[in-house]
């Protein structure tokens, strides 16, 4: 079955940055678009930042853009989410989700864009 694992999440002071990763497995992984979502205490999941299966198109949250950085590598199965500048308002848990469409070289920032979920991993930023 699929899995995917998020790591790297932390506390850090506003103006720092994380490196989180996401690790997959049960899947041919490099057929299958990614993305990464937040859910903030009390608030609904919402989109942070997609990539292609192929790595060429990335998608990013307005909230996020020339902040984060999205990448993978799809010899390792894996993807990434660069943090920098983090404010206090990135404080949530952060998923990675891999899309339903195997095949589809695109992204998308809709939820039901995405068939299986990671369990999170913490980021809290202090200001």
């Known amino acids: 079955q699929v899995q995917l694992v998020e790591s790297g999440g932390g506390l850090v002071q506003a103006g720092g940055s994380l490196r989180l990763s996401c690790a997959a497995s049960g899947l041919i992984f490099g057929t299958y678009p990614m993305g990464w979502f937040r859910q903030a205490p009390g608030k609904e999941r919402e989109f942070v930042s997609a990539?292609?299966?192929?790595?060429?198109?990335?998608n990013y949250a307005s909230s996020v853009k020339d902040r984060f950085t999205i990448s993978r590598d799809n010899a390792k199965n894996a993807m990434y989410l660069q943090m920098n500048s983090l404010k206090p308002e990135d404080t949530a848990v952060y998923y990675c989700?891999?899309?339903?469409?195997?095949?589809?070289?695109?992204?998308?920032?809709?939820?039901?864009?995405?068939?299986?979920w990671g369990q999170g991993t913490q980021v809290t930023v202090s200001s």
């Open positions: 990539i292609s299966a192929s790595g060429r198109t990335t």
């Open positions: 989700a891999v899309g339903r469409s195997g095949g589809f070289d695109g992204t998308s920032s809709s939820p039901p864009a995405y068939a299986y």
